[in-house]
């Protein structure tokens, strides 16, 4: 499976925006994926999970209310909600997916559990 992430953007403060997480096979439906994050100076950090089956989410505090994470299996594409964005949100974001099954919310928060990975995309909020 190869992961394409797309729909980073520079925008403003308070401002929506979506990105997506493409899958290259029909077998995206097996994966839990994540959404992380990567500011300059600083570590990745998880952002956001969705279970194979969608009846799973998983947020950062930091994100939680904000963001949400919408799977549509029929797509392949896992998205990114972002609302009220924030300039501590700027960071290059990653989709990444795991065929690990019921494991628990802690699990899905490594990044360190997670074997593959898309190249990212810039997101930077700024006004």
């Known amino acids: 499976v190869q992961l394409v992430e797309s729909g980073g953007d520079l925008v403003q403060p308070g401002v929506s925006l979506r990105l997506s997480c493409t899958a290259s096979?029909?077998?995206?439906?097996?994966?839990?994926i994540g959404w992380f994050r990567q500011a300059p100076g600083k570590e990745r950090e998880f952002v956001a999970a969705?279970?194979?089956?969608?009846?799973?989410?998983y947020y950062a505090d930091s994100v939680k209310g904000r963001f949400t994470i919408p799977r549509d299996n029929t797509m392949n594409t896992v998205s990114l909600q972002m609302n009220d964005l924030k300039p501590e949100d700027t960071a290059v974001y990653y989709c990444a997916a795991v065929h690990l099954k019921n494991r628990g919310s802690s699990f899905y928060r490594q990044s360190n559990n997670y074997v593959l990975w898309g190249q990212g995309t810039q997101v930077t909020v700024s006004s």
């Open positions: 969705i279970r194979w089956d969608g009846r799973g989410t």
């Open positions: 096979e029909r077998t995206f439906g097996d994966y839990t």
